[in-house]
């Protein structure tokens, strides 16, 4: 990418938002595997208190039958219903706090996602708008090639070599209109034993700005 599409207003929005989404997609990875690896603890915590569960089921039921006939068996067979019961609230509570977490995490991973569709939205309309306004600048820099390509054509090559180094060493500006007697490039005054000068000077010869360097374009309004 030049430096002219580097410069487009809508270059710097879409690497801000760019960088945007990058931490959007990290954070909704993480919430990814927090939410699978939290659903696995949740099947393990269902799982364990329906086997709890089912071991009560069987317990009770062979009270209910009957088929406890010991008197001390009876009464284990009690207690154990009563510690059955106590790993069932216990489980049961750990089961009610992963949920809470699960539920947490997916939300937390829903809003992320919600954004990052929203961010989605927002970059495509920054990319149509980047496109077109750079679209257009390489058509106005087609244009102006071509126009530069038309004004520089049957110049001298030792001229435009010239004007090409002034223009690298001049910040992209190697000729300058003399206009009012002022330089166009580095705004200096020329004086009138100057000025008596380059009006003396052929039309073709090129005149060079004294305090700039740069090659001096004169015109009609040079004050010449």
Do not use: W
């Not at 954070?27 to 915590?45: C, G, S, Y």
């Not at 090559?157 to 690298?168: F, I, P, Q, T």
């Not at 007697?181 to 000025?195: M, P």
């Not at 008596?196 to 309004?221: F, H, M, Q, W, Y």
Request: glycine share 6%; with cysteine; hydrophobic share 40%.
């Amino acid at each position: 990418m030049n430096h002219q599409l580097t410069s487009i207003p809508e270059a710097a929005q879409l690497s801000e938002l760019t960088a945007r989404r990058k931490t959007l997609d990290n954070a909704l990875r993480d919430l990814r595997v927090q939410v699978d690896d939290i659903t696995a603890e949740q099947k393990r915590a269902d799982a364990d208190v329906e086997q709890v569960k089912a071991r009560r089921v069987r317990d009770q039921s062979m009270i209910d039958a009957g088929q406890i006939q010991d008197a001390k068996a009876l009464e284990r067979m009690l207690g154990e219903l009563q510690s059955l019961n106590r790993r069932i609230s216990d489980l049961e509570d750990v089961e009610i706090e992963v949920m809470e977490r699960l539920e947490e995490a997916q939300q937390a991973f829903d809003r992320y996602t919600t954004d990052l569709d929203e961010l989605e939205i927002e970059i495509a309309t920054v990319e149509a708008a980047y496109e077109k306004t750079s679209g257009d600048l390489q058509a106005q820099l087609a244009a102006v090639t071509a126009e530069r390509a038309t004004a520089t054509s049957g110049m001298p090559e030792d001229l435009m070599s010239l004007y090409e180094k002034l223009r690298a060493q001049k910040g992209g500006v190697g000729a300058a209109a003399l206009r009012r007697r002022e330089c166009g490039g580095c705004r200096l005054t020329l004086n009138a034993s100057d000025l008596g000068i380059i009006a003396k000077l052929p039309s073709d010869e090129v005149v060079r700005c004294e305090e700039c360097n740069r090659i001096l374009v004169r015109t009609g309004e040079s004050g010449l």
